[in-house]
């Protein structure tokens, strides 16, 4: 700390203020605190050094907590020690914000210090303008590598690949690849396994470290390396890529380009962040709120949500067309204005429990000809079981509270029929939008809660004016 004769406030030590995190993880406020006053008094060195024992994800979270100037101020503040896998961590918006903030030089040196994924990552929603300049800027062996990735699909495996990885003839022994490791500088810095290559660099095998150290000096590679084994095109999309990481139990793999040679890595941190990022996109999409994230302005939200929004206007207006059809059935007994609302919802959620099932078996392409007619079925008897469960208890209250058996029995006929077209549409939407490609997370839940909606209301004012006459 900066020796000060009259410290102001906030800017005190202690142990309080040492502590990172509090007991529930969460950045401890006088930790907070501490740093905004150091940046408040422009005291870049003390910045430095409460900042120095932070991991990347740490940084992160801080940019996070932090107003957008105040961001700003600490990257600027830790000027060469701001470590630009920290932006990796971050929401799109506040990356966006802090890098459209800094000249192009800065971004070209903190993007020289980072893997080549995590550099592409930040590149790749940037301007080509401003994408361009950093590039030039880089030393010419990087420069190609980033390009080369860049020009590969958006979420495919190509931009989350890592360039650097370990390739070694298969004529080498043991001892000669320990000698080359132990002697050459530009190695990964991580890394789990070795791959065997020709001279065109096409893959014959591969090496896990494990095996490759139990195994004497004098043994040639040749004779230990592994011939089965998993590699993922360079253009295939980062999801299909984490399936393999699933179904193999893999922590890392080769990505391969068109003609077949090895020009990347993908390890598992990277798959968990696709896994994670997959995840949250189909929540989202499902909710209607696109790529929204806490970090958005009030603006941004309401651009992402008004589309979805108006769509759902659209249904209700439908919804309510069919409630108009019944006008003079419903004001001849106020009990079905009561009661219908209780039809809909319960088709909604049945809908809705199933949609999420099979939008989910859809993204992990668990459904085949086979389960698909399996799950049809079982959705469809699922509903007759659950309308036929709901349909009595709730026969029992209306026929309770209004005196009328008939009138509990309409609406468990009328139940039963919603809640088995809940299941079937539950299915048949996302099937039918995946099939015509498109992503069923996005769209699945309108259509599904409109059909429930319309049937529901539809089937119990509809039954409701045939059995009493209402018509």
Same mark, same amino acid.
């Given at each position: ?14 142990? +309080?203020? %040492?502590?990172?995190?509090? #007991? ?5 406020? @006088?930790? !907070?605190? $501490?740093?905004?006053? =150091? ?90 303008? +401003?994408? %361009?300049?950093?590039?030039? #800027? ?5 420069? @190609?590598? !980033?390009? $080369?990735?860049?020009? =590969? ?319």
């Amino acid at each position: 700390m900066s020796d000060d004769s009259e410290m102001a406030p906030g800017l005190e030590t202690g142990n +309080d203020f %040492d502590v990172f995190r509090d #007991a529930e993880g969460r950045i401890n406020v @006088l930790w !907070l605190e $501490r740093l905004r006053a =150091f940046l408040d008094a422009d005291r870049a060195e003390d910045v430095a050094l409460v900042m120095e024992p932070l991991h990347a994800s740490d940084i992160g979270d801080v940019l996070e907590q932090l107003h957008a100037g105040e961001r700003l101020a600490l990257v600027r503040s830790l000027a060469d020690k701001f470590d630009f896998s920290a932006l990796t961590e971050v929401d799109e918006s506040i990356r966006l914000d802090i890098m459209e903030a800094l000249p192009n030089a800065d971004i070209a040196r903190g993007v020289a210090e980072l893997d080549n994924d995590d550099a592409v990552y930040l590149l790749e929603d940037l301007e080509q303008e +401003d994408r %361009d300049e950093i590039l030039s #800027a880089l030393p010419t062996f990087e420069r @190609l590598a !980033l390009k $080369r990735s860049l020009d =590969f699909p958006e979420d495919s495996a190509g931009r989350r690949m890592q360039t650097e990885f370990i390739a070694i003839p298969p004529f080498w022994t043991v001892g000669q690849v320990i000698d080359y490791l132990r002697a050459e500088k530009d190695l990964p810095d991580e890394f789990y396994q070795l791959y065997v290559v020709d001279a065109g660099y096409t893959v014959l095998g591969t090496l896990p470290l494990d095996k490759f150290l139990r195994t004497p000096r004098a043994t040639k590679i040749d004779e230990i390396m592994t011939t089965s084994f998993v590699l993922v095109k360079a253009d295939e999309d980062q999801e299909e890529a984490a399936r393999s990481f699933e179904r193999y139990d893999l922590v890392e793999v080769g990505v391969v380009d068109e003609s077949g040679r090895l020009v990347g890595v993908l390890t598992i941190d990277d798959i968990v962040d696709v896994i994670h990022e997959e995840a949250d996109e189909d929540i989202k999409l499902l909710a209607g709120v696109g790529d929204e994230d806490v970090s958005d302005s009030t603006m941004d939200t309401v651009k992402s949500r008004v589309p979805w929004l108006v769509i759902n206007l659209f249904t209700a207006v439908m919804v309510s067309f069919v409630i108009g059809l019944f006008n003079a059935t419903i004001e001849q007994m106020v009990a079905l204005a009561v009661l219908m609302p209780i039809v809909a919802s319960m088709g909604g959620n049945a809908g809705a429990q199933t949609m999420t099932v099979t939008v989910r078996a859809l993204s992990m392409r668990e459904l085949d000809g086979r389960r698909v007619r399996r799950l049809i079925r079982r959705e469809m008897v699922v509903g007759v079981v659950n309308g036929v469960i709901f349909a009595v208890l709730i026969g029992i209250v209306t026929a309770l509270r209004y005196g009328d058996l008939q009138l509990g029995i309409v609406i468990g006929i009328a139940m039963v029929i919603n809640m088995i077209v809940a299941g079937t549409f539950g299915i048949l939407i996302p099937l039918t939008l995946d099939k015509l490609k498109a992503d069923p997370a996005i769209a699945s839940a309108v259509f599904v809660t409109t059909v429930t909606d319309v049937i529901g209301f539809f089937a119990f004012l509809g039954i409701a004016g045939l059995w009493f006459g209402l018509f």
